[in-house]
T-cell receptor, first 116, second 114 residues
Framework: AQKVTQAQTEISVVEKEDVTLDCVYETRDTTYYLFWYKQPPSGELVFLIRRNSFDEQNEISGRYSWNFQKSTSSFNFTITASQVVDSAVYFCALSEALYNFNKFYFGSGTKLNVKP | ETGVTQTPRHLVMGMTNKKSLKCEQHLGHNAMYWYKQSAKKPLELMFVYNFKEQTENNSVPSRFSPECPNSSHLFLHLHTLQPEDSALYLC?????????????FGPGTRLTVT
């Protein structure tokens, strides 16, 4: 079974629309970390955020916000007023204390197309 | 240079060739990783090194051979590859293993096996 599921394979929006990327994870560990990465066409994964399992506070950074809910094992990512430069593939990832945080489990990614 | 660099950015090789991918990090990190990214599949962790010692080999075929001479450099030696090995190979680094540090990625090497 996949530990991180990103059910949305591809999303297309028009510039200035808000968009939410879903991430559902699975773990038996009580201590774990969740991450979001952005992969633009250039290929390099860019780190966006890290969240630990004990901190369910939502976080906002500019147009980006993250909603972590342990009750539903979800860590969703919202982009407000999307821009063309937001077009990329976005990955959610999980690392667990069980494996000494040695392994990152990545979802399959969601490709976001923002059209002008 | 800053961050994580990878060379070459693109590589085309035949199944009988031998080639090497290079990764260098300028972040002062002690852990380095190789990942394989194939179309429509999650990133697959291949190898992990911590302070130059290999700590993870994720059942990778022996035609892939990693080398980590120091904490700043990581190589992936390739020989007798198969067409299904064509993918984007990503290198990453983090401060060290066992702690919850995010990984920083290089731009990848796009490998095509003909």
């Amino acid at each position: 079974a996949q530990k991180v599921t990103q059910a949305q394979t591809e999303i297309s929006v028009v510039e200035k629309e808000d968009v939410t990327l879903d991430c559902v994870y699975e773990t038996r560990d009580t201590t774990y970390y969740l991450f979001w990465y952005k992969q633009p066409p250039s290929g390099e994964l860019v780190f966006l955020i890290r969240r630990n399992s004990f901190d369910e506070q939502n976080e906002i950074s500019g147009r980006y916000s993250w909603n972590f809910q342990k009750s539903t094992s979800s860590f969703n990512f919202t982009i407000t007023a999307s821009q063309v430069v937001d077009s990329a593939v976005y990955f959610c990832a999980l690392s667990e204390a069980l494996y000494n945080f040695n392994k990152f489990y990545f979802g399959s990614g969601t490709k976001l197309n923002v059209k002008p | 240079e800053t961050g994580v660099t990878q060379t070459p950015r693109h590589l085309v090789m035949g199944m009988t060739n031998k080639k090497s991918l290079k990764c260098e990090q300028h972040l002062g990190h002690n852990a380095m990783y190789w990942y394989k990214q194939s179309a429509k599949k999650p990133l697959e962790l291949m190898f992990v090194y911590n302070f130059k010692e290999q700590t993870e080999n994720n059942s990778v075929p022996s035609r892939f051979s990693p080398e980590c001479p120091n904490s700043s450099h990581l190589f992936l030696h390739l020989h007798t590859l198969q067409p299904e090995d064509s993918a984007l190979y990503l290198c990453a680094s983090s401060q060290e293993i066992g702690k919850t540090y995010e990984q920083y990625f290089g731009p990848g090497t796009r490998l095509t096996v003909t």
